[in-house]
C-alpha cells in the first residue's frame, strides 16, 4: 500500500515549472534518496510530497523552516515588555508544542543530544543545535512521512557519524 502517490504533476513555481512528476509513489517503511546540484529542484520536490498527503501525516526538516521558527521566535519577542531580553521558547517548549501521544521525548532528547541545550532559548543555539532541534521536533509528531532536506547542512561529523 502507497504512502504517497503523485502523478502528472507540475511544480507551481516559476515558467516553465521546475519539476515534473509523471509517477512516483512511496510504499510504507520505504526510504528514499533524492539527489542533485544546486537548484535541481530537490526543494520543490520535497514541498510537492508534503503537499501530496494530509499536513498531519508529513513533516519537513528543512533550512526554510528553521528560518520560518526563527522568524516566528523574533515576531514573538516580548523584550521590550518583559524589561529583559527574550531569548525565545526554550528547546523542551519548541518540541513540546508538536508532540504527539505516542512520542518519547525523553527519547528524543537522548538520541538528538538535546540535554546540554533543552532549556535553552531557540535563538541562542548553534546553527547545529538548532538542526538537531528541527530534526527533534519533526519526530515528536509521530509522522507517516519524514522529509530531511539537506539534513546533514549545519551538523558536525561527529553528530552526522552518530545520525548515520
Known amino acids: 500500500m502507497s504512502v504517497i502517490h503523485i502523478k502528472n504533476k507540475l511544480s507551481s513555481l516559476g515558467s516553465p515549472p521546475q519539476v515534473v512528476v509523471n509517477d512516483f509513489k512511496i510504499d510504507k517503511n520505504q526510504n528514499w534518496t533524492i539527489l542533485g546540484g ?22 519537513v526538516v528543512s533550512f526554510e523552516g528553521e528560518q520560518a521558527l526563527l522568524e516566528r521566535e523574533i515576531y ?33 532528547i537522548e538520541l538528538l543530544q538535546l ?37 546533514y547542512d549545519g551538523l558536525d561529523e561527529e553528530f552526522s557519524a552518530h545520525l548515520g
Do not use: H, Y
Open 76 to 108: 514573538e519577542d516580548d523584550s521590550e515588555w518583559l524589561n529583559k531580553v527574550d531569548n525565545g521558547r526554550t528547546c523542551r517548549e519548541l518540541i513540546t508544542e508538536n508532540l504527539a501521544g505516542t512520542a518519547d521525548m525523553v527519547n528524543l
Open 115 to 151: 540535554d546540554q541545550c533543552i532549556d535553552t532559548g531557540f535563538r541562542l543555539l548553534s546553527t547545529g543545535e538548532r538542526r538537531r532541534l528541527m530534526l527533534a521536533r519533526a519526530l515528536a509528531a509521530s509522522p507517516s512521512l519524514l522529509i530531511l532536506d539537506e539534513p
Open 38 to 59: 544546486n537548484g535541481s529542484g530537490k526543494s520543490t520536490f520535497a514541498q510537492m510530497l508534503k503537499a501530496a498527503i494530509p499536513k498531519q501525516s508529513a513533516q
